[in-house]
């Protein structure tokens, strides 16, 4: 019987782990510097053309307010019907040497707090350095008004010849930079105006802007 004694023991071979992990954590780590560094670059080159074009704020403003049509009906003693059409001509100037591209504008014109009627002015793209004319028309189409509202409303118009309205809207604005769209920013507009029926023109005009930072 043969003696165990003095017998060897054969160990496996050592086999080294692979490095294939400790790649992979390399070329991810480099990656993620690479991309962190052209992000970096993109900033600074973005920051650095902002700086150099200086933008403005570009003015977005009521210019003209007219009557097209205005007609009263008082169909029972305690309400009237109204009915009517407004032709606005806002002037938008684009002092930036880069171009603009406004959203779609939705606007409501009030009469003491009564909603008359709404306009929407599609979108548009205005070139650096110019200026245009936008229409919107707001058709109201036989709102109702209770006789106070309309007695003050037909008082307004054939005796003072002086209705005041108030028009409320928003504008969106984006700041076009090499084929690139800024950000959307919300403009409010708030407009106190007062018309004259007869002469179916504007008289008075008051308009607050808020929102618009670029």
């Given at each position: 019987?043969?003696s165990?004694r003095?017998?060897?023991?054969?160990?496996?071979?050592?086999?080294p782990?692979?490095?294939?992990?400790?790649s992979?954590?390399?070329?991810?780590?480099?990656?993620?510097?690479?991309?962190?560094?052209?992000?970096?670059?993109?900033?600074?080159v973005?920051?650095?053309?902002?700086?150099?074009?200086?933008?403005?704020?570009?003015?977005?403003?009521l210019?003209?307010?007219?009557?097209q049509?205005?007609?009263?009906?008082?169909?029972n003693?305690?309400?009237?019907?109204?009915?009517l059409?407004?032709?606005?001509?806002?002037?938008?100037?684009?002092?930036?040497?880069?171009?603009?591209?406004?959203?779609?504008s939705?606007f409501?014109v009030?009469?003491?707090?009564?909603?008359?009627?709404?306009?929407?002015?599609?979108?548009?793209?205005?070139?650096?350095?110019?200026?245009?004319?936008?229409?919107?028309?707001?058709?109201?189409?036989?709102?109702?008004?209770?006789?106070?509202?309309?007695a003050?409303?037909?008082?307004?118009?054939?005796?003072?010849?002086?209705?005041?309205?108030?028009?409320?809207?928003?504008?969106?604005?984006?700041?076009?930079?090499?084929?690139?769209?800024?950000p959307?920013?919300?403009?409010?507009?708030?407009?106190?105006?007062?018309i004259?029926?007869?002469?179916?023109?504007?008289t008075?005009?008051?308009c607050?802007?808020?929102?618009?930072?670029?």
């Amino acid at each position: 019987m043969p003696s165990s004694r003095g017998a060897t023991h054969s160990r496996p071979p050592y086999i080294p782990r692979s490095s294939s992990s400790a790649s992979f954590k390399g070329c991810c780590c480099c990656l993620f510097l690479l991309f962190s560094f052209l992000a970096l670059l993109i900033l600074a080159v973005v920051l650095v053309v902002v700086l150099a074009l200086k933008p403005k704020k570009p003015q977005f403003d009521l210019q003209q307010v007219g009557i097209q049509y205005m007609n009263i009906t008082t169909p029972n003693p305690t309400a009237a019907s109204l009915s009517l059409n407004i032709r606005m001509i806002f002037t938008a100037v684009n002092p930036n040497k880069v171009g603009i591209k406004y959203g779609e504008s939705r606007f409501t014109v009030m009469y003491r707090g009564i909603p008359l009627g709404r306009a929407s002015i599609p979108g548009f793209f205005q070139d650096p350095h110019s200026q245009r004319q936008v229409d919107a028309t707001i058709a109201v189409d036989r709102v109702s008004l209770l006789q106070a509202d309309a007695a003050d409303l037909i008082r307004d118009a054939s005796l003072n010849d002086r209705v005041e309205l108030r028009i409320l809207g928003d504008v969106a604005a984006k700041i076009r930079l090499l084929s690139f769209d800024s950000p959307g920013v919300q403009v409010s507009v708030d407009c106190a105006i007062v018309i004259s029926p007869r002469k179916q023109s504007l008289t008075y005009k008051q308009c607050g802007f808020d929102g618009l930072n670029v």
